[in-house]
């Protein structure tokens, strides 16, 4: 049965005013299900204060094959690192 | 008034500790992953109500006797939940069309029970609307989607509303010991409330593309302990253990 319904991509915002983090995948029929689905299955434990959910099938990925070309590059290139400013102490996320 | 408030406070908890055990049964078997979890959350928060209206029984009653001793150490007869949540699981259609009235019911119910003279029951209630609103809220998505679904989805889910149809009147109804509590505005008069009921699941079903079952001589007398067959055989495997082994911890 399971393979009926759609894959679903969960994303949760643990807080206001951090970004939604993905989590996880639920199977659902509709949009609707896939948050209560979302709701039951990564939200049980207080993880978050809202959800979004993505039908699996509508996400482009990157070809891992191509890992090498398209990130190796960044590897030597310190310099794009924002390491070099300090950041004050109050500040929590950044 | 002791004993109708122990009375009640059994009929809150009783009503949410048999649902809860019922649910419970689809642990581990639901058709999948994802309704397994959400029926299991279900069960989790009924069960987590039952504890508290039965501590609350059990003080009321002042025989020493606590939300365990009364969960797990009282025969069929003393129980006061009514029939509709002892009813069989079935199919998941039945589940829902079950969870479906019922929760639709206990929302309203804990709406009313906030503003109780109780004020443990008030604050119980005040708790657990949330949850509960959330299961109807589910059950509500469920039966659209069952009844508005494929030929055989649909003929479940009449198949499942029809069975649970004849246990609706004993929801809304009051006997002696009620309207003691009612009068003393710790009980709210259900009665009062049906017409609200009766519109909200009417909504559902049309967007379900369900009819209103058809009108069955109503079946009753759970409050006052006279039970369907089916509670006795829920209760035996829900007391099993502490019975069998009084005490045992883990």
Not at chain 1, 63 to 89: N, Q
Request: glycine content about 6%; charged content about 25%; hydrophobic content about 45%.
């Amino acid at each position: 049965m399971s393979s009926e319904w759609p894959l679903w991509e969960v994303f949760v915002r643990a807080r206001n005013g951090l970004a939604h983090k993905h989590v996880g995948s639920v199977h659902a029929a509709d949009a609707r299900m896939a948050i209560e689905a979302a709701r039951d299955t990564y939200t049980r434990r207080l993880e978050g204060v809202s959800l979004w959910v993505v039908p699996s099938a509508a996400i482009a990925a990157s070809d891992p094959g191509e890992a090498d070309v398209l990130f190796d590059p960044a590897a030597d290139k310190i310099y794009r690192h924002p390491t070099f400013y300090s950041i004050p102490e109050h500040i929590k996320n950044i | 008034m002791d004993n109708a408030l122990y009375d009640y406070a059994l009929r809150l908890g009783d009503d949410s500790l048999v649902l809860g055990q019922r649910l419970s049964e689809w642990c581990g078997h639901a058709p999948m992953l994802e309704i397994d979890l959400s029926l299991a959350n279900v069960a989790l928060d009924l069960i987590g109500q039952s504890a508290h209206f039965l501590k609350l029984a059990g003080e009321t009653e002042g025989k020493g006797r606590d939300a365990d001793a009364l969960a797990f150490h009282r025969d069929v007869l003393d129980f006061r939940n009514c029939l509709l949540v002892e009813q069989p699981n079935g199919d998941f259609a039945q589940t829902i069309a079950r969870q479906f009235l019922f929760s639709n019911w206990q929302e309203l119910l804990f709406r009313e029970l906030t503003r109780s003279k109780q004020a443990t029951i008030a604050a119980v209630a005040a708790k657990a609307v949330k949850e509960v609103a959330y299961h109807a809220r589910l059950a509500n998505e469920w039966m659209v989607r069952l009844g508005d679904g494929t030929a055989e989805s649909h003929a479940r889910a009449v198949n499942g509303l029809d069975w649970m149809w004849r246990f609706v009147d004993e929801l809304f109804a009051a006997d002696v010991e009620l309207e003691q509590l009612i009068s003393a505005g710790i009980a709210p008069d259900m009665r009062g409330i049906r017409d609200e009921w009766d519109l909200r699941i009417g909504r559902v079903l049309e967007d379900a593309s369900l009819g209103i079952p058809k009108p069955r001589r109503a079946a009753m007398g759970g409050r006052a302990g006279h039970h369907s067959e089916h509670l006795g055989h829920l209760l035996a495997e829900m007391q099993f253990l502490p019975r069998a082994y009084p005490g045992a911890t883990w």
